[in-house]
Each structure stands twice: as C-alpha cells, then as structure tokens.
C-alpha cells in the first residue's frame, strides 16, 4: 500500500499502557505516583496483564472496513528494558501490531486521524488529529464508545474519499441528482 492509499484509510493510534496493557495491575496499587518505581524493574512492561476487554476491541476494529489499527506509545528513556519489553509483549499479545508500532516521545509528532489513550491531559491538546479518551477504570464501556466513534469517522471518512473521487461538490450530499 503506497502513500495515498494508505491516507484514505483512517489511521488509528492505540496507546499501550492503561488501554492495551493494565500498567495499574502492574503496579499493584492505587494512587500511585506518576513513573512509580516499579516501572524501572526489569520485567516490568513485558510482564504486564492484557487489559480487560481489550482483545475483542481490537478484533473488532480489524474488521472495519478503511481502518488501519497502529500502536503508538511513548518510551520511558530512565528505563531503556522497555523498548525491548514492549515490543516482545505486542509480539505475545497482539502479533499483528508488532511491525505496526510507533515509538516516540511525544505523541504531538504523529500525524494519523484518531489517537485511543488514558493520557488526556498531556496528548488532546497536542495530537493533530481525534483525541479518544480512554477511560481504564471503565475498560468494557470505554472501548464500547470508541468502537462506535471509530466506526463512524471511518464510514465517513470513506464517503468523503468517494465523493472527492466522483467530483461531487462538498456542498452536496452525494445523494443529489
Ligand atoms: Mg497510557
């Protein structure tokens, strides 16, 4: 898939820790400091539970037509394991996102349509594209609202691409004779 085909798809961004990875089960406690230190052991972010539900969210969201499913999460310098540990956990757990993984510093640097993270108040008002919050202490009703959301940018992202294509006015419906 070159360039321009892969931009008509919706491009979809799914943060690791606290959406596809329970970090707070890793933990094992609550209200913990932000970078608490059991995140520095060694082991920490490969042995991390899957998050519930998270599985069939991304199954299903393999199954929308004109969405193309990326993970996008951020790497913790202080803990250089984690690099290895995330890409040896996406290859246990979800093996067809393991070439699929953008590792950056900051998430205002990609440039897809649609980032699914728990970190709202650092990434919303820096991703260029759909911010959806996820919210990891309601994982079931989370994923259920973002499946839908992504469903329906995604058809209308394909409707907008068929108009373009057909020449149809975007001040017309596509409906119109
Ligand atoms: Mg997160």
């Known amino acids: 898939m070159n360039y321009s085909e892969r931009k008509k798809k919706l491009e979809v961004y799914l943060d690791m820790d606290n959406v596809l990875a329970d970090f707070d089960a890793g933990v094992g406690r609550k209200d913990y400091e932000w970078n608490p230190p059991e995140m520095f052991k060694r082991g920490f972010f490969l042995n991390l539970p899957v998050m519930a539900y998270a599985k069939v969210f991304y199954a299903y969201l393999e199954r929308i037509p004109n969405v193309e499913v990326y993970i996008a999460t951020k790497y913790t310098a202080h803990a250089p394991d984690c690099l290895t540990e ?92």
């Open 86 to 177: 995330k890409l040896l956990w996406v290859q246990e757990h979800f093996p067809k996102l393991a070439d699929r993984m953008m590792v950056v510093c900051d998430k205002g640097h990609l440039n897809g349509d649609v980032l699914v993270d728990d970190d709202h108040e650092r990434w919303q008002h820096c991703f260029r594209g759909t911010f959806m919050h996820f919210d990891h202490t309601n994982p079931k009703d989370s994923f259920i609202a973002i499946a839908h959301q992504i469903k329906c940018q995604a058809q209308l992202k394909e409707d907008l691409e068929k108009a373009e294509y057909l020449g149809i006015s975007p001040h017309m419906s596509g409906e119109e004779k």
